[in-house]
């Protein structure tokens, strides 16, 4: 295939950045959309010009390193992460527009690489049980009714890719941090800080300079991981009654 | 040197409660007075991190990734094994030990495995008061299965996202311990060098990969916690990122590098599809329950299918070879990893591979399906066959699978002894990037078991006993050898700028990986060996010359990450070689084609190599020495593994 890239270039978080076009060629649709970007790298390399730098590592769709907005999409057209798109979902001849994640609070490092440490900050405002190691009962002395496990699993499924935050107009994080919450909510070993977690997690959320949450739903529709929106509402019902018992007024 | 592994005398299950009452003790309030690194942040050092934290010790974590959640523990699929025996059909530590013990192929210390065994139900405990969120029975219990390797249903799981659920939760005892200030994180930080002074660890030098600024750290101790190295193959199923560096630095500083050559390849993997291919992924293996593995008779007719010519349901059922069924009818298509890696190697080398590169073998639900229904596959695959479509675009249910075998694990790694520390004292090693409980095969649903059981139960309390004796008087960087480092550090950076060549780094890790894949892969002999010796030497003296790294330091720059990444692949692929050369035996993951039985298995030798080769660096250029830690079996048979 033969294809035009529109890349957007950033030499570091004080730089303006522009897109760059970019022919190429001899691309097959077996390769991975990584690896398509390899061949550009691999290309400039030998020209003698800076790759351009993009995050990835697993390559199989579970660290949540990689991201890349791809066409209007985060992870492009499929619902599934960058690293898992193929080229057979492009055609000879297309334009691809690449640019990273567009979020205040994901300030951009160099070219398609982003500061994703909020929501490493968020986690740690309370996405936790304060359990140190050892000293801790049999796991089977815990009894989780199947249906709420798997609830909780499918909200601890999270990848923190940031997807959601990069296809909100807002900017909102609310389905990472409601994804955490709920997790713990549901389960017993997250009853004791229930309130206090919902209460700092959501402060914390503020206070890196994510939006608000005007339900548009952009987020669930574009999560590789289809985390759903239940989990936002989960999330409001604990902080509103954490708000209303709270002792931190 | 003789190698002491400090494994407590007395019977093997008193021998770590013992060891643990033996060892000092650091006074709660002298905790906070002692500085601990930690590089690398999965499983094993996340879990380290978080307990040592909690323990009062001030602790600084190091990773190179955006966030300590993306370390590559995260990828694994299938489960952790405990010996919980909650299934009530016979399970125990000892027999958890066991199994460990064989199915290493007899080359693991039974001490440590042992304690592995012992220290895997507190695991399983951990794990769910941090909210883990394990697979339940309708009665609200934790949920089994049974795994490769085993005749009991002990491994935990949650669906196959085993791993990225046992991460996050060491993440979050870990993030709950940087809100309290006790862990210092370092997010997109590269371990450079290991500082020692008097021959203890005492810190190390660290690469800021945003701004490319050189850093030293001090402490006490430091743990490398920084996963394998079957990276040096290129293709593998690791991340891109995971790399030896740490590693081999603190090697070319004094610890011991034991059993190089110990690789795992994964049978079930998807095929290369082309030159362009960056990584491998991974299959589960529970497919083998239901798949069955085969390639045409004749090579005519994989040559048709190679060409297009026919489709693989074209072939009939008497030209099909269902090579496993044939050849280990008890066992068929389940046999160990190894097992199926090398079958499936010996038919491609006979020309009856599939697949355009004539890399694969197939992987066929054809009779599944027509027993049990395409549902009932899909209630039990479903996932995986639509992970395999999105990847080649094939259909699975329509036309057989494809698979090859793919670096997926490696059991060498740092020597260690009982404490888990390197020859390095106040140098730890923790998970796969230490040698020390898989012998010479690791075990499905173990990996997960041994990086925590090493951070969470084991390094707390063994690391005690060294910094009581060391004193918490304070260390600090202005120590000449750590400007002495950092200046080293300096230099390799410039010299790898300097080069300008005219070749990409990846050319050369290509390189390298066709060499390791060909020479030290699935089978290796004396002959091929010593080859690819010659072959590695030259290419690193063509790397040091001609490969072209642009950009500076000073900067986010990827190629050099990935050029000093290289440049210490190039020098532990030929220590492999070496090892390899070494051990003329066969065992587990090993195959010497010399050493096989007349049916063509894997045969070791008890009698010159129930040994561990532990490495040691002597210089540039120079061999390396052999050092031999016996292995000395007081509780175990050793036996021949048979399939038949």
């Given at each position: 295939?033969?294809l035009t890239l529109k890349i957007w270039r950033q030499k570091n978080a004080s730089d303006k950045g522009a897109f760059v076009t970019y022919?190429i060629?001899?691309i097959?649709?077996?390769m991975s959309f990584l690896e398509m970007m390899d061949v550009l790298n691999e290309e400039l390399a030998?020209?003698?010009e800076d790759p351009v730098h993009f995050d990835h590592d697993c390559r199989e769709g579970i660290c949540g390193m990689c991201s890349l907005y791809i066409n209007g999409h985060p992870h492009g057209p499929k619902q599934t992460t960058t690293c898992q798109l193929h080229m057979r979902s492009f055609?000879?001849?297309d334009t691809i527009t690449i640019e990273p994640w567009r979020a205040a609070a994901f300030p951009v490092v160099k070219d398609l690489v982003v500061d994703r440490g909020s929501f490493d900050r968020i986690i740690q405002?309370?996405g936790?049980?304060?359990?140190?190691?050892?000293?801790?009962?049999?796991?089977?002395?815990?009894?989780?009714?199947?249906?709420?496990?798997?609830?909780?699993?499918?909200s601890a499924t999270c990848i923190g890719c940031g997807a959601c935050v990069a296809a909100c107009k807002n900017a909102s994080a609310m389905l990472f941090t409601s994804a955490k919450?709920?997790?713990?909510?549901?389960?017993?070993?997250?009853?004791?800080?229930?309130?206090?977690?919902?209460?700092?997690m959501?402060?914390q959320m503020?206070a890196e300079g994510f939006g608000a949450c005007?339900?548009t739903g952009a987020c669930e529709a574009e999560c590789p991981k289809g985390i759903s929106l239940?989990n936002i509402?989960?999330?409001?019902?604990?902080?509103?009654?954490?708000?209303?018992?709270?002792?931190?007024? | 040197?003789?190698?002491?592994?400090?494994?407590?005398?007395?019977?093997?299950?008193?021998?770590?409660?013992?060891?643990?009452?033996?060892?000092?003790?650091?006074?709660?309030?002298?905790?906070?007075?002692?500085?601990?690194?930690?590089?690398?942040t999965g499983?094993?050092?996340a879990?380290?991190?978080?307990?040592?934290?909690?323990?009062?010790?001030?602790?600084?974590?190091f990773c190179f990734q955006d966030s300590p959640r993306r370390a590559h523990s995260i990828a694994?699929?299938?489960?952790?094994?405990?010996?919980?025996?909650?299934?009530?059909?016979?399970?125990?530590?000892?027999?958890?030990?066991?199994?460990?013990?064989?199915?290493?192929?007899?080359?693991?210390?039974?001490?440590?495995?042992?304690?592995?065994?012992?220290?895997?139900?507190?695991?399983?405990?951990?794990?769910?008061?941090?909210?883990?969120?394990?697979?339940?029975?309708?009665?609200?219990?934790?949920?089994?299965?049974?795994?490769?390797?085993?005749?009991?249903?002990?491994?935990?799981?949650?669906?196959?996202q085993?791993g990225q659920q046992?991460l996050l939760?060491?993440y979050?005892?870990?993030s709950?311990?940087?809100?309290?200030?006790?862990?210092?994180l370092y997010p997109r930080t590269e371990?450079?060098?290991?500082?020692?002074?008097?021959?203890?660890?005492?810190?190390?030098?660290?690469?800021n990969l945003i701004t490319g600024?050189?850093?030293?750290?001090?402490?006490?101790?430091?743990?490398?916690?920084?996963?394998?190295?079957?990276n040096?193959?290129?293709?593998?199923t690791n991340a891109m990122g995971s790399n030896?560096?740490?590693?081999?630095?603190?090697?070319?500083?004094?610890?011991?590098?034991?059993?190089?050559?110990?690789?795992?390849?994964?049978?079930?993997?998807?095929?290369?599809?082309?030159?362009h291919q960056s990584k491998l992924t991974?299959?589960?293996?529970?497919?083998?329950?239901?798949?069955?593995?085969?390639?045409?008779?004749?090579?005519?007719?994989?040559?048709?299918?190679?060409?297009?010519?026919?489709?693989?349901?074209?072939?009939?059922?008497?030209?099909?070879?269902?090579?496993?069924?044939?050849?280990?009818?008890?066992?068929?298509?389940?046999?160990?990893?190894?097992?199926?890696?090398?079958?499936?190697?010996?038919?491609?080398?006979?020309?009856?591979?599939?697949?355009?590169?004539?890399?694969?073998?197939?992987?066929?639900?054809?009779?599944?399906?027509?027993?049990?229904?395409?549902?009932?596959?899909?209630?039990?695959?479903?996932?995986?066959?639509?992970m395999?479509?999105q990847i080649?675009?094939?259909?699975?249910?329509?036309?057989?699978?494809?698979?090859?075998?793919?670096?997926?694990?490696?059991?060498?790694?740092?020597?260690?002894?009982?404490?888990?520390?390197?020859?390095?004292?106040?140098?730890?090693?923790?998970?796969?990037?230490?040698?020390?409980?898989?012998?010479?095969?690791?075990?499905?649903?173990?990996?997960?078991?041994?990086?925590?059981?090493?951070?969470?139960?084991?390094?707390?309390?063994?690391?005690?006993?060294?910094?009581?004796?060391?004193?918490?008087?304070?260390?600090?960087?202005?120590?000449?050898?750590?400007?002495?480092?950092?200046?080293?550090?300096?230099?390799?950076?410039?010299?790898?700028?300097?080069?300008?060549?005219?070749?990409?780094?990846d050319?050369?890790?290509?390189?390298?990986?066709?060499?390791?894949?060909?020479?030290?892969?699935?089978?290796?002999?004396?002959?091929?060996?010593?080859?690819?010796?010659?072959?590695?030497?030259?290419?690193?003296?063509?790397?040091?010359?001609?490969?072209?790294?642009?950009g500076?330091?000073?900067e986010l720059n990827q190629t050099l990450e990935k050029?000093?990444r290289?440049?210490?692949?190039?020098?532990?692929?030929?220590?492999?070689?070496?090892?390899?050369?070494?051990?003329?035996?066969?065992?587990?993951?090993?195959?010497?084609?010399?050493?096989?039985?007349?049916?063509?298995?894997?045969?070791?030798?008890?009698?010159?190599?129930?040994?561990?080769?532990?490495?040691?660096?002597?210089?540039?250029?120079?061999?390396?020495?052999?050092?031999?830690?016996?292995?000395?079996?007081?509780?175990?048979?050793?036996?021949?593994?048979?399939?038949?």
């Amino acid at each position: 295939m033969k294809l035009t890239l529109k890349i957007w270039r950033q030499k570091n978080a004080s730089d303006k950045g522009a897109f760059v076009t970019y022919p190429i060629d001899g691309i097959s649709t077996d390769m991975s959309f990584l690896e398509m970007m390899d061949v550009l790298n691999e290309e400039l390399a030998v020209k003698g010009e800076d790759p351009v730098h993009f995050d990835h590592d697993c390559r199989e769709g579970i660290c949540g390193m990689c991201s890349l907005y791809i066409n209007g999409h985060p992870h492009g057209p499929k619902q599934t992460t960058t690293c898992q798109l193929h080229m057979r979902s492009f055609s000879d001849g297309d334009t691809i527009t690449i640019e990273p994640w567009r979020a205040a609070a994901f300030p951009v490092v160099k070219d398609l690489v982003v500061d994703r440490g909020s929501f490493d900050r968020i986690i740690q405002a309370g996405g936790y049980v304060s359990v140190n190691t050892g000293g801790v009962p049999d796991a089977n002395e815990i009894p989780i009714p199947k249906r709420i496990a798997d609830e909780a699993f499918d909200s601890a499924t999270c990848i923190g890719c940031g997807a959601c935050v990069a296809a909100c107009k807002n900017a909102s994080a609310m389905l990472f941090t409601s994804a955490k919450i709920s997790q713990l909510a549901m389960l017993p070993q997250g009853q004791v800080e229930r309130m206090s977690r919902a209460e700092k997690m959501v402060a914390q959320m503020d206070a890196e300079g994510f939006g608000a949450c005007t339900n548009t739903g952009a987020c669930e529709a574009e999560c590789p991981k289809g985390i759903s929106l239940t989990n936002i509402a989960r999330m409001n019902r604990e902080y509103f009654s954490a708000s209303v018992k709270s002792e931190n007024v | 040197m003789i190698l002491d592994s400090k494994s407590p005398i007395g019977p093997l299950a008193e021998k770590w409660t013992k060891h643990k009452f033996n060892s000092k003790l650091v006074n709660p309030a002298n905790k906070r007075k002692y500085e601990v690194i930690v590089v690398g942040t999965g499983l094993a050092g996340a879990s380290a991190a978080a307990s040592l934290a909690e323990l009062g010790y001030k602790v600084k974590a190091f990773c190179f990734q955006d966030s300590p959640r993306r370390a590559h523990s995260i990828a694994a699929q299938g489960g952790i094994n405990a010996a919980k025996n909650y299934q009530n059909d016979g399970d125990s530590v000892f027999r958890l030990f066991y199994d460990t013990i064989k199915g290493g192929d007899y080359r693991s210390r039974e001490s440590n495995v042992y304690r592995l065994a012992e220290v895997s139900v507190n695991i399983i405990d951990q794990c769910v008061a941090q909210g883990v969120p394990f697979a339940r029975e309708y009665g609200g219990l934790l949920a089994n299965r049974s795994f490769g390797g085993a005749q009991v249903s002990r491994t935990f799981y949650a669906r196959g996202q085993t791993g990225q659920q046992l991460l996050l939760g060491a993440y979050s005892a870990l993030s709950r311990q940087v809100a309290n200030g006790k862990v210092k994180l370092y997010p997109r930080t590269e371990m450079m060098d290991v500082v020692t002074i008097d021959g203890h660890a005492r810190g190390i030098v660290t690469r800021n990969l945003i701004t490319g600024k050189i850093e030293t750290h001090a402490a006490h101790a430091v743990l490398l916690c920084t996963g394998g190295y079957g990276n040096v193959f290129f293709l593998s199923t690791n991340a891109m990122g995971s790399n030896v560096t740490a590693a081999w630095r603190a090697h070319k500083k004094g610890a011991y590098f034991a059993n190089p050559c110990y690789t795992q390849i994964h049978p079930t993997c998807i095929p290369v599809s082309g030159d362009h291919q960056s990584k491998l992924t991974l299959m589960s293996e529970s497919l083998r329950n239901d798949g069955r593995v085969w390639v045409p008779k004749t090579v005519e007719l994989a040559q048709k299918l190679r060409k297009g010519e026919i489709k693989p349901r074209d072939i009939k059922e008497e030209d099909r070879d269902y090579y496993l069924e044939r050849k280990y009818p008890s066992f068929g298509n389940l046999v160990p990893r190894d097992v199926a890696s090398r079958n499936a190697k010996d038919v491609c080398d006979e020309g009856r591979g599939v697949n355009e590169t004539g890399q694969a073998v197939f992987l066929d639900f054809r009779d599944a399906i027509n027993r049990d229904s395409e549902d009932a596959i899909r209630a039990r695959y479903g996932n995986l066959f639509d992970m395999y479509q999105q990847i080649t675009g094939e259909n699975p249910y329509q036309t057989p699978m494809k698979i090859y075998p793919a670096v997926h694990y490696t059991m060498g790694g740092l020597w260690v002894d009982y404490n888990l520390s390197t020859t390095v004292p106040g140098l730890y090693s923790l998970g796969e990037a230490n040698f020390s409980d898989h012998g010479a095969n690791r075990l499905g649903a173990s990996a997960l078991m041994q990086g925590l059981a090493d951070g969470y139960f084991v390094v707390p309390y063994t690391i005690g006993d060294y910094l009581a004796q060391i004193g918490p008087a304070p260390v600090d960087t202005n120590h000449p050898e750590f400007a002495k480092a950092e200046k080293g550090v300096k230099d390799a950076i410039q010299k790898l700028l300097s080069i300008n060549g005219a070749k990409t780094v990846d050319h050369f890790h290509k390189a390298l990986g066709h060499i390791m894949w060909e020479y030290c892969g699935m089978a290796r002999n004396a002959e091929g060996l010593t080859k690819a010796k010659g072959m590695i030497q030259e290419l690193r003296k063509e790397f040091w010359k001609d490969v072209k790294v642009l950009g500076a330091n000073e900067e986010l720059n990827q190629t050099l990450e990935k050029a000093s990444r290289v440049a210490d692949f190039l020098e532990l692929g030929e220590l492999m070689i070496d090892d390899a050369l070494n051990r003329n035996e066969s065992c587990g993951g090993h195959f010497r084609t010399e050493s096989q039985t007349p049916e063509g298995e894997a045969l070791r030798d008890d009698e010159n190599y129930a040994y561990v080769a532990a490495w040691a660096f002597k210089g540039e250029n120079t061999p390396e020495e052999l050092n031999k830690e016996p292995l000395v079996f007081e509780n175990v048979k050793l036996t021949q593994r048979s399939y038949k």
